[in-house]
């Protein structure tokens, strides 16, 4: 299969200008395909082309079908990586555990302050505080 090349690179090969390139290819004389030329089409055009830089051509195409793999390979973590990462995150981990630790005794200690004021207060005032004690309650039945 014969390599496709934008029209700006067709002319660089071929060392004439993009609008000679589209003139030809308006004369029929060179055929596009997808808004590209076909290098072998080009060579019968051009048969004196410069192909030293169509070397560039093979490299960045082996680059292209050699980068997926490499990029995939590459970017795979060490086993020292993946370790690194296994401690951070159980620090991390255990770190959030004991703050969760510390706001649910808090929780608790306003529940049981609210309920101790309840013995000064009016009867509206209990009923308040009855309902704010119930409604903590339930929030932190639904943490478990």
């Not at 395909?33 to 051509?57: A, C, H, R, T």
């Not at 970017?75 to 703050?99: D, I, T």
């Amino acid at each position: 299969m014969s390599r496709l090349l934008s029209l700006s690179r067709a002319a660089r090969l071929a060392g004439v200008s993009r609008g000679e390139i589209q003139a030809k290819i308006r004369m029929g004389v060179l055929t596009t395909f997808e808004g590209s030329v076909k290098l072998d089409n080009l060579l019968v055009v051009y048969p004196e082309l410069e192909l030293e830089d169509s070397g560039m051509i093979e490299h960045t195409a082996r680059i292209r079908a050699n980068a997926h793999t490499k990029y995939q390979h590459d970017c795979l973590p060490s086993e020292a990586q993946l370790g690194a990462e296994v401690n951070r995150l159980k620090l991390e981990l255990s770190s959030a555990n004991a703050k969760i630790e510390n706001y649910h005794h808090l929780v608790m200690s306003l529940k049981e302050r609210l309920l101790g004021m309840r013995a000064e207060c009016t009867h509206q005032q209990k009923a308040m505080l009855q309902a704010v004690v119930h409604w903590m309650s339930h929030k932190v039945e639904h943490w478990k």
